[in-house]
């Protein structure tokens, strides 16, 4: 993979490997750049530098503290000689350096040495420390870096590393497989891996860090619904703040209600601010309104109807 910012160079890359059989990306230096190379993990990285941008040297140091990245073989290509940079080359994380313009064949020749002597090393490495599967664990997460071949050494493996007790030990946490760097993965893979899917009852989803192979995910999962897919590293941590914001919202509801439920007191209404809005309700065949009292000056009237009398009825007596 070559990073060039100088659009003649960049051409001159072109014509370079133009006809090789290798696949060869030439691009700019960019954010989406940095991220699909964590993904695609090529054998070797060609970096264009301007010495006018620290960000570019922030990138190669970052490759370098990735764990799938940091091996790899990256040849800076820098404008100019500069005795400060090939003095510190290799503290900045570069392999080698060379001097633009390229010549075309001494550029092939040092590419092939360094990608033979990364691929021997990698090799001699696994073969040495067996380290088919590394185990990093933290943060919430559980994440499984498989460095070889898988079906002749890593799913073995697994049957070493996943006991009853690491998996209980693990229920509440988050399950990764990084298989940027496994050569091969193909059908059979990926139905092994579905296999082992079913170790995790405990978990919703297990994720996959799968790079250049999530064409093979894509084609040949048929769990998908169990399966969660990103082609590198940052597109899961992103996921992971989603999610964790989406708990913390919901449990910042749930204690909300609760609070609500526990009081039993609701947020009483706001007062009128118009005249209008004001009700006033006569209650019907309730009480009776209160009588307001009498002038105490006003002489009492009875209720009752007085006795009349009628002079006819009683004539007076001679």
């Given at each position: 993979?070559?990073?060039e910012?100088d659009?003649?160079s960049?051409?001159?890359?072109?014509?370079?490997?133009?006809?090789l059989?290798?696949?060869v990306v030439?691009t700019?230096f960019?954010?989406?750049?940095?991220?699909y190379?964590k993904?695609?993990?090529?054998?070797?990285?060609?970096?264009?530098?301007?010495?006018?941008?620290k960000?570019e040297l922030?990138?190669?140091?970052e490759?370098?503290?990735?764990?799938?990245?940091?091996n790899?073989p990256?040849?800076?290509?820098?404008?100019?000689?500069?005795?400060?940079f090939?003095?510190?080359?290799?503290?900045?994380?570069f392999?080698d350096?060379m001097?633009k313009?390229?010549a075309?064949?001494?550029?092939?020749?040092?590419i092939?040495?360094?990608?033979?002597?990364?691929k021997?090393?990698?090799?001699s490495?696994?073969?040495?420390?067996m380290?088919?599967?590394?185990?990093d664990?933290?943060?919430?997460?559980?994440?499984?870096?498989?460095?070889?071949?898988?079906k002749?050494y890593?799913f073995?493996?697994?049957?070493?590393?996943?006991?009853?007790?690491?998996?209980?030990s693990?229920?509440t946490?988050w399950?990764?497989?990084d298989?940027?760097?496994?050569p091969?993965?193909?059908k059979?893979?990926?139905?092994v891996?579905?296999r082992?899917l079913?170790?995790?009852?405990?978990?919703?989803?297990?994720?996959f860090?799968?790079?250049?192979?999530?064409?093979?995910?894509?084609e040949?999962?048929s769990?998908?619904?169990?399966?969660?897919?990103?082609m590198?590293?940052n597109?899961?941590?992103?996921?992971?703040?989603?999610e964790?914001?989406?708990?913390?919202?919901?449990?910042?509801k749930?204690?909300?209600?609760?609070?609500?439920?526990?009081?039993?007191?609701?947020?009483p209404?706001?007062?009128?601010?118009?005249?209008?809005?004001?009700?006033i309700?006569i209650?019907?065949?309730?009480a009776?309104?209160p009588?307001?009292?009498?002038?105490?000056?006003?002489?009492?009237?009875?209720?009752?109807?007085?006795?009349k009398?009628d002079?006819?009825?009683?004539?007076?007596?001679s």
């Open positions: 993979m070559a990073i910012n659009l003649n960049a051409q001159d890359l072109e014509n370079i490997f133009l006809g059989r290798q696949r030439i700019k960019s954010q989406t750049v940095q991220e190379v993904s695609a993990n090529p054998d070797i990285i060609l970096m264009g530098l301007t010495f006018k941008d960000k922030e990138f190669v140091l490759l370098r503290r990735d764990v799938i990245t940091h790899i990256i040849l800076a290509m820098i404008p100019k000689e500069d005795t400060n090939i003095a510190n080359q290799k503290a900045l994380g392999t350096y001097i313009p390229l075309k064949q001494p550029l092939l020749d040092r092939h040495s360094h990608i033979e002597e990364y021997f090393s990698e090799s490495k696994t073969r040495d420390n380290s088919f599967i590394v185990v664990r933290g943060h919430g997460r559980v994440l499984f870096q498989c460095r070889a071949n898988l002749r890593v073995p493996e697994f049957k070493k590393i996943f006991t009853p007790n690491f998996l209980k693990i229920l946490e399950i990764c497989f298989v940027r760097v496994v091969e993965l193909g059979e893979e990926v139905e891996f579905e082992v079913k170790l995790f009852v405990g978990h919703e989803k297990v994720v860090i799968a790079g250049r192979h999530m064409g093979a995910f894509i040949h999962a769990d998908d619904e169990k399966m969660l897919v990103f590198a590293p597109e899961f941590d992103e996921y992971i703040k989603l964790e914001q989406k708990v913390e919202e919901q449990r910042k749930e204690k909300k209600e609760k609070y609500a439920k526990e009081s039993g007191k609701e947020s209404p706001p007062p009128p601010t118009n005249l209008g809005e004001v009700k309700e209650p019907l065949g309730g009776a309104l009588t307001v009292p009498e002038d105490p000056n006003t002489s009492n009237v009875s209720s009752e109807t007085p006795t009398t002079s006819s009825e009683n004539p007076p007596q």
